[in-house]
């Protein structure tokens, strides 16, 4: 394995997560799927090089991940679903178990560029609902002061998008003088990292194979049973 691939923290010195204890029964078995998502088009990308440390823990922690690259993602709306860009992302989002959205804070807000690939992720797709019942931890990065309104404002847009979006969350302030080059050394900032990968590891093996009934809505059910009625009264 290529050393540029090792997390900062040796995968020895991280727990082993106990994976008996949280799987749901008929679980699928196989590594938790998860997506990282980052803010930024820079050649210099703090927010990037922040998701990529994460992917190296939560491959350590023994997951499959896949990063989207957001260059050439149209605007929403801004042209139709078959963009190959477009379908890139909702089929990444759809195969995946739970997701890392990674932003800079831009004038004290997420990028458009992360709000843009969080809009194009719609509820349903038909019968198939990529982000519903699926697990979320969020990190930004600053090039100021420490601050937490990026993470703030993706915590009310994963609710919104009905996910199981995780306590913990990371922020690195002054980005541009804790990485040294494409790597966050270890220290506090990286083991907020390590902290925030392992519960949504945590997370994700307990909610996976749950997710349909712990996000089943009586209101969904009453209004499934109206229209079997309505079809049978037509018959």
């Known amino acids: 394995m290529d ?16 994976v008996e204890a949280l799987r749901a029964p008929g679980d699928p078995g196989h590594p938790p799927r998860i997506l990282l998502l980052y803010g930024s ?65 831009r004038h004290g807000a997420m990028t458009g560029i992360m709000k843009a690939q969080i809009d194009w992720l719609p509820l349903n797709m038909g019968r198939v609902r990529p982000t519903q019942g699926k697990t979320l931890a969020l990190m930004q990065v600053s090039g100021g002061s420490q601050s937490f ?9 994963g609710r919104w998008m009905r996910m199981v979006t995780i306590p913990n969350q990371s922020s690195v302030p002054k980005a541009w003088l804790e990485f040294k080059g494409d790597r966050l050394p270890d220290g506090p900032l990286y083991r907020r990292i390590v902290d925030v990968m392992e519960e949504l590891v945590k997370f994700t093996w307990m909610v996976r194979g749950r997710s349909e009934y712990l996000v089943d809505r009586y209101s969904e059910r009453v209004e499934s049973a109206e229209k079997a009625r309505e079809r049978v009264s037509k018959l």
């Open 149 to 157: 309104n990026a993470v703030n404002q993706m915590r009310i847009l």
């Open 3 to 18: 050393l540029t691939d090792l997390p900062a923290v040796t995968p020895e010195g991280l727990n082993e997560i106990d």
């Open 41 to 105: 088009l820079r050649d210099t990308s703090y927010s990037r090089r922040a998701a990529e440390e994460a992917a190296r823990i939560l491959r350590a922690l023994g997951c499959e991940t896949k990063m989207f690259d957001p260059a050439g993602l149209p605007l929403p709306d801004g042209a139709a679903a078959d963009h190959p860009k477009v379908a890139e992302l909702r089929e990444l989002a759809t195969w995946s178990e739970g997701m890392v959205w990674s932003s800079p804070e």
